[in-house]
């Protein structure tokens, strides 16, 4: 997967062979922010004009845009489940936040992939 970042947004770029177009989407916000070029360049100029026209949007609405995600995750456990994690984690040498991230973006992308 190949990204593109602006500012804080980021967006997952797609190659659509059969149009000959690059595709891209704003990944790190709850909406949907679609944008497209035929070249890197029109493509990173595409980003800026969907989010100006998002945020015109909203505006227009009377909505606040979405806010790229924090990148903060709390969850809620039993102090069991809590152990259970905390001692996979060590059998895998990690501490419990690095192996939680890499476990659930594994699982996030096996999900989104469809494998």
Same mark, same amino acid.
């Given at each position: 997967m190949s990204t593109?970042?602006?500012?804080?947004?980021?967006?997952?770029? &797609?190659?659509?062979? *059969?149009? *000959?177009?690059?595709?891209?989407?704003?990944? #790190?916000?709850?909406?949907?922010? #679609? !944008?497209?070029? %035929? &070249?890197? @360049? *029109? $493509?990173?100029?595409?980003?800026?004009? /969907?989010l100006d026209c998002?945020?015109? $949007?909203?505006?227009?609405?009377?909505?606040?845009?979405?806010?790229? !995600? /924090?990148?903060? !995750? #709390?969850?809620?456990?039993?102090?069991?489940? %809590?152990? $259970?994690? @905390?001692?996979?984690?060590?059998?895998?040498?990690?501490?419990?936040?690095?192996? @939680?991230?890499?476990?659930?973006?594994n699982a996030a992308?096996?999900?989104?992939?469809? &494998?």
């Amino acid at each position: 997967m190949s990204t593109m970042k602006l500012g804080d947004y980021i967006a997952r770029i &797609t190659y659509d062979e *059969e149009r *000959e177009i690059f595709h891209g989407r704003i990944i #790190n916000i709850r909406d949907v922010v #679609n !944008f497209y070029g %035929h &070249t890197p @360049a *029109e $493509l990173k100029q595409e980003f800026r004009n /969907s989010l100006d026209c998002y945020v015109e $949007l909203c505006e227009e609405r009377g909505l606040e845009p979405a806010k790229p !995600f /924090s990148g903060r !995750f #709390n969850i809620r456990m039993s102090s069991e489940e %809590h152990r $259970l994690l @905390a001692e996979a984690a060590e059998r895998h040498g990690k501490s419990l936040n690095a192996w @939680a991230r890499r476990t659930l973006d594994n699982a996030a992308r096996r999900e989104i992939e469809g &494998t």
